[in-house]
């Protein structure tokens, strides 16, 4: 199993392949962290560096993925997941939406009907 893992390569992998794929680099990872235990050679001792970043990329991977499944599963939806909601200020989240801030009242609107700003001509 090589040690370095590309991105790239591992979004086109279905998620048994990345599961597979996970498992294989942890358990290398133990054959390394035995070794390392027991006196093993410096290069293998270099390799557990690589090797949990790998574990990192197939779990960032795994993770994109998901996530992207669940945005297409809400897509259409009238409510999102907090998670994929975005993100933004606790104060933007709190404000009220376009159509809330153009709504008037009734008293509002017969106000503007029977009272329509005046308009005058002015010599210039």
């Known amino acids: 199993m ?3 893992v590309k991105a790239y390569e591992l979004q086109s992998k279905s998620k048994n392949d990345l599961t597979k794929q996970l498992s294989e680099l942890k358990n290398e990872l133990l054959t390394l962290r035995v070794q390392k ?3 093993g050679a410096p290069s293998k001792l270099t390799k557990i560096n690589v090797v949990r970043k790998s574990i990192a990329r197939v779990l960032t991977v795994m993770n ?3 996530r992207q499944n669940l945005r297409e599963y809400y897509k259409n939806k009238k409510y999102l997941p907090l998670d994929l909601r ?3 200020t606790r104060a933007i989240r709190r404000r009220l939406t376009r159509h809330e ?3 008037k009242t009734l ?3 017969k106000k503007d ?3 329509p700003l005046r308009k005058y001509a002015v010599k210039a």
């Open 101 to 103: 801030v153009s709504l």
């Open 64 to 66: 994109q993925k998901s």
């Open 107 to 109: 008293k509002q609107r």
């Open 37 to 39: 235990l027991t006196g």
């Open 2 to 4: 090589p040690g370095k």
């Open 86 to 88: 975005p993100k933004k």
């Open 113 to 115: 009907i029977h009272f």
